[in-house]
C-alpha cells in the first residue's frame, strides 16, 4: 500500500516553537513527528510513501532519506504552495499507477 503524506506547510502557528524547523521535523517525546507517522503507516502495511514537502524540504530529505523502517520514500517537491488538493495532484504522480493511496 501506498501513502501520500501532506507534509509541506510553512507551520507558521509552530514557528515560536520551533523556528529553525519545518514542522514535520517538530519534536514530539523526543522524535520528529513525522517519524512518528511513518511509524504508524509502516505498523498498518504501507510499504512506501510519497512525501508531499514545500518549505525547507532540504532538512526533511536529509533526516529521512529514501528509506524509513523498510518502507520506501519518495519525494513530491512543491516550488511554490499548491493548496491541499495541488499537493495530492503533484504527489499522486509519484504514486503507481495499479495501487490506489491513502492521504494522510
Excluded: N, W
Aim: glycine share 12%.
Amino acid at each position: 500500500m501506498q501513502a501520500i503524506v501532506l507534509a509541506g506547510g510553512l507551520g507558521t502557528l509552530l514557528r515560536g516553537v520551533v523556528p529553525d524547523l519545518p514542522k514535520p521535523l517538530a519534536p514530539v517525546a523526543g522524535r520528529p513527528f513525522l517519524a512518528i507517522v511513518l511509524a504508524q503507516l509502516r505498523a498498518q502495511g504501507f510499504d512506501s510513501a510519497v512525501l508531499s514537502v514545500g518549505y525547507r524540504h532540504e532538512l526533511i530529505r536529509d533526516a529521512f532519506g529514501e528509506c524509513f523502517d523498510g518502507m520506501a520514500l519518495r519525494y513530491a517537491v512543491e516550488d511554490r504552495p499548491l493548496g491541499t488538493g495541488g499537493a495530492i495532484r503533484l504527489a499522486s504522480r509519484a504514486c503507481s499507477e495499479t495501487d490506489v493511496f491513502a492521504v494522510i
